[in-house]
C-alpha cells in the first residue's frame, strides 16, 4: 500500500516539476548541473516536525520541495523543521474579495474554495524570505503576487524579483510564482558566499499546492 502511494506520489511530482524545474535551472545554472534535470534526483527527505500529510523531496544540489496532497490545507502549514531552517505556509480564505465561485469546506490536500491568500515563508538564521499570493481554485489560478520580503543581518541582496511564472494552471502544467535573488550570504562574520536562491509556489488543476526552495 505504501509502495503504491510512494509511486502515485512521485508520477505526480514527476509530471509538476518537469516544467518547473527546467525553468530554475535556466535561471540557477550556476547552483545545479543539467543533468540534475532528471526529476528522478529528487528523493524524499525527513523534514523534521512538520504538519501531517507533508512530503519533502530534495535533489543533488539541495533543492528542495514540499508535496501537500495529503495535507490539511488550514491555517499555517510547517513544511520543513530541521535546525534552523524552517518553511511554513498560510493559507487564508478571502472571503470579502467578490468571486463566482462558491465557498465551502476545505477539501484534504487543495486549497479552500474560492480565493484565498497563500504566504510562504522561509527562515534560516540568516536569511528569512516570503511573498503573498492572491490565488483561486476553479478555475486554478494565480491571480497576483505581493509583498515580497528579503531579509537578514548578513544578507547583501543585489537583485530580487517576486513574479507570476505561469498565471493559470491546466493539465500537466502548474501555475507558477516566484521569489528569486541574487547576492551574498556572510555565514561566518568573514566571508561573503555569492549566490542565487528561490522560493517557488505552484498550484495544480486540481488545487494542489507544491512549494520549492533553495537557500
Known amino acids: 500500500m505504501l509502495d503504491h502511494h510512494y509511486r502515485i506520489t512521485m508520477s505526480i511530482f514527476r509530471k509538476i ?4 524545474t527546467a525553468l530554475y ?14 526529476n528522478n534526483d529528487y528523493h524524499e527527505i525527513d523534514a523534521g516536525d512538520i504538519t501531517p500529510g507533508v512530503m519533502v523531496y530534495e535533489n543533488e544540489c539541495g533543492e528542495k520541495a514540499a508535496i501537500l496532497d495529503d495535507a490539511v490545507l488550514d491555517g499555517t502549514i510547517v513544511l520543513y523543521n530541521v535546525g534552523n531552517e ?3 505556509l498560510d493559507v487564508t480564505p478571502e472571503e470579502d474579495i467578490a468571486s463566482p465561485y462558491v465557498y465551502g469546506p476545505w477539501s484534504q490536500g487543495t486549497i479552500p474554495n474560492g480565493t484565498s491568500t497563500l504566504t510562504p515563508h522561509y527562515s534560516n538564521g540568516f536569511v528569512t524570505a516570503s511573498f503573498q499570493a492572491t490565488v ?3 478555475p486554478a489560478m494565480i491571480r497576483n503576487v505581493y509583498n515580497p520580503g528579503i531579509t537578514g543581518v548578513l544578507v547583501t541582496v543585489n537583485s ?4 507570476i511564472v505561469r498565471g493559470s494552471a491546466s493539465t500537466g502544467s502548474a501555475a507558477i510564482a516566484s521569489l ?8 561566518d562574520g568573514y566571508t561573503a558566499v555569492p549566490g542565487s536562491w528561490y522560493l517557488t509556489l505552484e498550484l495544480d488543476q486540481a488545487g494542489h499546492t507544491w512549494i520549492g526552495w533553495n537557500y
Do not use: H, M, R, Y
Not at 17 to 20: D, G, I, Q, R
Open 180 to 187: 528569486t535573488f541574487v547576492g551574498s550570504v556572510t555565514q
Open 17 to 20: 516539476f518537469t516544467a518547473s
Open 25 to 38: 535551472l535556466s535561471l540557477f545554472s550556476s547552483l545545479c548541473p543539467v543533468s540534475a534535470a532528471d
Open 136 to 138: 483561486q481554485k476553479s
Open 160 to 163: 530580487s524579483n517576486l513574479s
Open 86 to 88: 524552517l518553511i511554513t
